[in-house]
């Protein structure tokens, strides 16, 4: 039962890049877009992510629920040394939920819309940035139990140019989910063309910060370049992830919307494979050499067997609603330019 739990702690978190990071995406996008087009981005936005935003949370819930109850010392190590980055995490999903919410059913159209629209798109930058510095933080060896004064136990565990780095990629990472969403459900090739050269620009980001974390990882003794190359497991996932980028650009040029989509989901899965593999069942990595892990302790085997009951059968009713949910407004024609011009 402890692979289950684990089994749905990975893939709450994958689903929660793939849905939660296009959504955060969605801001990221309408942060550098011309101002031309942040009309045109910000209506086919709202439509496309409007009535399932808040269900994406879901996948982020569950994690932190499996977290709490399965595996208190992770839980508890990352709301302590990591309690600054995880607060303006949650700030920034309140304030972007806040703001989407006010900018789109606010009954006043007056000049708050523009302070709306900033918050929406500014926490939509700023929350996968710091979801991305915890990760980075949690394997960075960079958490010192040991420290005995406020700076080294809680700010530059985190403040360090491989987290920020970590959190950088992220961030494009979202762009690039969102642009080719948002390329899948536009029709006019004058919308279609804006998000693939926003696109473009996030896939050129995450590639510069790639090679920034290859860097900085070197340099900072951080072995990352053994945990995607040094197995056949990372090696081969590595390998699927690169060639899936490529083959999104394929699928995009040929306005194949399902190809483009599948090798999206390939790329992401094959990148957490390549990236978490090598130090799997190890979460968290302390600067002291100890560990934390997923597997090892036996005492709360008995909560893990009930978790593990509980995720089972809240699957059974949850996952099929949530998929008729996304049926349900996935089936919508009328977003502004997914419509054929006439």
Same mark, same amino acid.
């Given at each position: 039962m402890l692979y289950v739990v684990v089994g749905f702690l990975w893939t709450s978190l994958l689903i929660y890049v793939l849905s939660g990071g296009a959504d955060f995406g969605a801001g990221i996008i309408e942060l550098f877009a011309s101002r031309i087009n942040k009309n045109?981005?910000?209506?086919?936005?709202?439509?496309?992510?409007?009535?399932? /935003?808040?269900?994406?949370?879901? /996948?982020?819930?569950?994690?932190?629920?499996?977290? =709490?109850?399965? @595996?208190?010392? *992770?839980?508890?190590?990352?709301?302590?040394?990591?309690?600054?980055?995880l607060v303006i995490m949650l700030i920034g999903i309140i304030a972007r939920g806040t703001a989407f919410s006010f900018?789109?059913?606010?009954?006043?159209?007056?000049?708050?819309?523009? $302070?709306?629209?900033r918050i929406y798109v500014y926490s939509s930058f700023i929350?996968?940035?710091?979801?991305?510095?915890?990760?980075?933080?949690?394997?960075?060896r960079q958490i010192d139990p040991g420290a005995l004064d406020f700076y080294d136990a809680y700010i530059f565990d985190w403040l360090n140019w491989f987290s $920020?780095?970590?959190?950088? =990629?992220?961030?494009?990472?979202?762009? @690039?989910?969102?642009?080719?969403?948002?390329?899948?459900? &536009?029709?006019?090739?004058?919308?279609?063309?804006?998000?693939s050269r926003l696109g473009r620009k996030m896939s050129l980001a995450m590639v510069l910060f790639t090679g920034m974390l290859l860097w900085v990882a070197h340099r900072e003794g951080i072995p990352l370049t $053994? /945990? *995607?190359?040094?197995?056949?497991?990372?090696?081969? &996932?590595?390998?699927?992830?690169?060639?899936?980028f490529v083959f999104v650009w394929i699928m995009i040029a040929a306005g194949n919307r399902a190809g483009m989509r599948v090798f999206t989901v390939l790329m992401v899965t094959?990148?957490?494979?390549?990236?978490t593999y090598s130090h799997f069942p190890n979460v968290i990595l302390l600067k002291d050499?100890?560990?934390?892990?997923?597997?090892?302790?036996?005492?709360?085997?008995?909560? $893990?067997?009930?978790?593990?009951?509980a995720l089972l059968g809240g699957s059974v009713f949850i996952l099929p609603c949530l998929i008729y949910l996304i049926y349900t407004f996935s089936g919508s024609k009328d977003l502004p330019g997914t419509s054929e011009p006439e």
């Open positions: 045109k981005i910000r209506a086919a936005s709202y439509r496309a992510i409007g009535p399932i /935003w808040e269900a994406n949370h879901m /996948w982020l819930i569950i994690a932190v629920v499996v977290l =709490f109850v399965g @595996f208190p010392q *992770i839980y508890t190590t990352v709301s302590v040394y990591l309690h600054i980055p900018r789109n059913y606010d009954a006043v159209q007056d000049s708050m819309q523009a $302070i709306y629209n929350t996968p940035l710091f979801l991305g510095i915890i990760c980075g933080s949690a394997v960075s $920020i780095a970590v959190g950088f =990629f992220a961030v494009f990472l979202c762009g @690039f989910l969102a642009s080719v969403y948002l390329i899948g459900e &536009a029709k006019d090739r004058d919308i279609k063309s804006v998000y $053994i /945990w *995607i190359l040094g197995n056949k497991v990372s090696l081969i &996932a590595t390998a699927l992830c690169v060639i899936s094959s990148l957490l494979i390549a990236v050499g100890h560990v934390i892990s997923l597997i090892g302790s036996k005492e709360g085997l008995r909560t $893990i067997s009930i978790l593990g009951k």
